[in-house]
């Protein structure tokens, strides 16, 4: 099963993706992820796209391109995939189908998740990431240890994109350029809105129907 993650800053993409992967068994390959551990690593991919992380907007598509083509060559995204966070642009939604027809492979799912304007910015504001792993906690989902992820004992930190200003930077770039690919998408029948408010057992729950 190939799924696509769509959604807005906030939306839960990160938290359902780290769900899906562990209940069907397929990777997850978020950008978001892998230029962040880049960043960490100090490496020559990091440092260009350092700055523009930091300040909410979107690195150039050929970056993020190359980063999915090599994603998706190796052999654990055999099976199926999740893609989180990419694409999220036309242009690279381009370039993915080029990726998967030249593998031929395509996109069965790509999963909306809706939720309203106020709600994100509520939940951006409280959230905390876990540096090593990526798990994000906010108010509805705290972890056991104030400030200490659960799963690695590492300390968390407020992502410099979660910044109030930076938030309302990465929602223009949602709006003006990622929310174009429901049209994209739509045209072949593969969107699945789905709406976003609630627990996030309770989101799963909608997602995995959306997935049957
Ligand atoms: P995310 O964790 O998906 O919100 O991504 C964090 C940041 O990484 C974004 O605000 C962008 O600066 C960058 N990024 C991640 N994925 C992409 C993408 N597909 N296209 C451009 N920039 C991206």
């Given at each position: 099963m190939n799924v696509i993650l769509l959604g807005p800053p906030g939306a839960g993409k990160g938290t359902q993706a780290k769900r899906l992967t562990a209940r069907y068994g397929i990777p997850q390959l978020s950008t978001g992820d892998i230029l962040r551990k880049a960043v960490a690593d100090g490496t020559p991919l990091g440092k260009k796209?350092?700055?523009?992380?930091?300040?909410g907007k979107l690195v150039p598509d050929e970056i993020?391109?190359?980063?999915?083509?090599?994603?998706?060559?190796?052999?654990?995204?055999?099976?199926?995939f999740l893609l989180d966070g990419f694409p999220r642009t036309v242009p690279q939604a381009t370039a993915l189908d080029e990726m998967l027809q030249r593998?031929?492979?395509?996109?069965?799912?790509?999963?909306?998740?809706?939720?309203?304007?106020?709600?994100?910015?509520?939940?951006?504001?409280?959230?905390?990431?876990c540096p090593r792993c990526q798990t994000s906690y906010g108010k509805d989902s705290p972890p056991k240890r104030p400030g200490i992820c659960d799963n690695d004992g590492e300390k968390l930190v407020v992502r410099p994109d979660?910044?109030?200003?930076?938030?309302?930077?990465?929602?223009?770039?949602?709006?003006?350029?990622?929310?174009?690919?429901?049209?994209?998408?739509?045209?072949?029948?593969?969107?699945?809105?789905?709406?976003?408010v609630g627990t996030v057992d309770e989101v799963e729950k909608r997602v995995v129907q959306a997935l049957q």
């Open positions: 796209a350092k700055a523009l992380m930091d300040a993020v391109n190359a980063i999915i083509e090599e994603a998706l060559a190796s052999p654990r995204a055999a099976k199926g593998r031929g492979k395509r996109i069965d799912h790509v999963i909306v998740l809706e939720v309203p304007t106020e709600v994100l910015v509520e939940r951006l504001s409280g959230r905390a990431t979660d910044m109030p200003d930076r938030v309302r930077q990465r929602m223009l770039e949602y709006e003006s350029k990622t929310a174009l690919l429901t049209g994209y998408y739509k045209a072949r029948g593969v969107v699945r809105p789905v709406n976003g």
